[in-house]
């Protein structure tokens, strides 16, 4: 307050800011402009400065999926009926029981891999729940704690719900949208996921088991067997560079009879070689969503708390209630943290 020369006083007042909730409708008074302000009444997060909803790159983002899609379909369509062109035949001239039991084995196999990208490629990743929000009388206190307005959706957003713009919807518990099966993995069709992972490897492991048991059979005999024999018996004593010959001779030997090679032979190197390229990848993958799942949480949940102190509870329980198991064997599973406390005392 300060006196002016003809005696009067001048006051400076602070004006308050006023904002309208989202959650709940009521107008909030701020005592500054504040970008970011949470509701006192319904917890809920309004962000005054949103992003605007960019819509152009959305066709070409779903356009790349099919695409992805369709070359998985056809790699693992040519890999089941390319291994059964190829090694089948030889299967079956060893013995008839070795033929049939590889042939139930293909096909429980097949159709476990084949189901399964069915369900996590087409099946809903996890659709929100649809919650009251705008008017005071219906939202209660606390009821849209820690929510935030999805301005693509124009829906509520609840802090374990992520937004995907290749999908163009809110996903509950989002791990990462995966451009191979075309969809987003979420709580919907995480639990597809792993068991795709899980039937996508041990099928890839197997058929590049069943290749180099084919090829075995089939490809011509090595040369200079006597000198190779050598070598097998060095490379048991342990010479390392013994081992680095056996493979030089090997690849030496089947490259000078390349000539005799059949097409079928052929066809088995090349799927042994995508076999295994594609067995190691997703090895790499399952054992990363198993490490998150370990920890209770999702790999986005993850970025997000990298570079803070919220770290989740690593357990198997995590495990066993993701795949839906008993809570009775839960009990029996001590957490990290409860063997660190024994540790301690």
Known sequence: ?????????????????????????????????????????????????????????????????????????VF??????????????????????????????????????????????????????????????????????????????????????????????????MDHHCPFIGNCVGAGNHKHFIAFLISAVTSTIYAAVMCVYSLIHILPPMENGAAYASDVAHVAHGNSLSILRVVKNIFLTY??????????????????????SVAIGLSVLLWQQLSYIYEGKTYLSHLSSQGTEEDGEKSCRNLLTFFGCPHSIERHLPTIRNLRKRHKT
């Open 76 to 173: 693992m369509l040519f890999v089941i009926c390319g291994g059964i062109w190829a090694a089948y035949p030889v299967l079956f001239s060893i013995s008839l029981a070795c033929g049939i039991f590889h042939s139930v084995t293909t096909a429980c196999l097949a159709i476990s891999t084949l189901s399964t990208f069915i369900l996590v490629a087409f099946k809903c990743a996890g659709k929100p729940t649809n919650i009251l929000y705008g008017t005071h009388p219906g939202v209660g206190n606390g009821a849209l704690n820690n929510y935030t307005f999805c301005n693509y959706c124009s829906k509520p957003k609840s802090p374990r719900t992520h937004h995907c713009r290749t999908c163009g919807m809110c996903v509950l518990d």
């Open 255 to 276: 490259i000078a009879n390349a000539v005799f090679i059949s097409v079928r032979s052929l066809v088995l190197v090349y799927l042994f070689v995508a076999s295994v």
């Open 1 to 73: 307050m300060e006196e002016s020369s003809q005696g009067s006083f001048v006051t400076t007042i602070n004006e308050d800011y006023e904002a309208i909730c989202w959650g709940c409708g009521l107008n909030l008074v701020l005592p500054s402009y504040a970008p970011v302000f949470k509701c006192g009444w319904c917890g809920a997060i309004t962000n005054q400065n949103p992003v605007r909803p960019e819509t152009k790159s959305f066709g070409l983002r779903r356009f790349r999926d099919r695409c992805f899609v369709v070359i998985l379909a």
